[in-house]
């Protein structure tokens, strides 16, 4: 599954991914849904909750929170560590009591490729 992904280099969907490991004689969606789920446990996947698609972790680590920058024209997504700029939202959420295991942030536009290619 994790090669599909690699190989694939664009976000999948569940039955995308089904799709490239029918080869390999994997034909449940239970099982895909069963292998994302694996891999998302051990941070070698990420679900772009946005487009109901998976990416293969740039960065894996889960102290580091996560920006992704999702096209609305060709559905490329990229995955950035958020460098801090988010510091007083951390602050505000520490104050309250909250306790974050996971932070991701999605933002959707157009990306460089695309927007060049817009007439103008």
């Given at each position: 599954m994790l090669e599909a992904l690699k190989v694939s280099g664009k976000p999948m969907t569940a039955y995308e991914a089904l799709e490239a490991v029918r080869k390999e004689g994997i034909r449940s969606p239970l099982t895909v849904y069963r292998a994302l789920s694996l891999l998302i446990e051990s941070k070698k996947v990420r679900r772009v909750q946005s487009i109901g698609a998976y990416i293969v972790c740039k960065y894996?680590?889960?102290?580091?929170?996560?920006?992704?920058?999702?096209?609305?024209?060709?559905?490329?997504?990229?995955?950035?560590?958020?460098?801090?700029?988010?510091?007083?939202?951390?602050?505000?959420?520490?104050?309250?009591?909250?306790?974050?295991?996971?932070?991701?942030?999605?933002?959707?536009?157009?990306?460089?490729?695309?927007?060049?290619?817009?007439?103008t």
């Open positions: 894996p680590t889960p102290d580091v929170a996560i920006v992704l920058a999702i096209c609305d024209d060709c559905g490329s997504v990229e995955e950035l560590p958020e460098d801090g700029a988010l510091s007083s939202l951390k602050q505000e959420i520490d104050q309250i009591g909250f306790h974050v295991e996971q932070s991701i942030i999605e933002v959707k536009g157009r990306c460089g490729a695309c927007f060049s290619e817009t007439p």
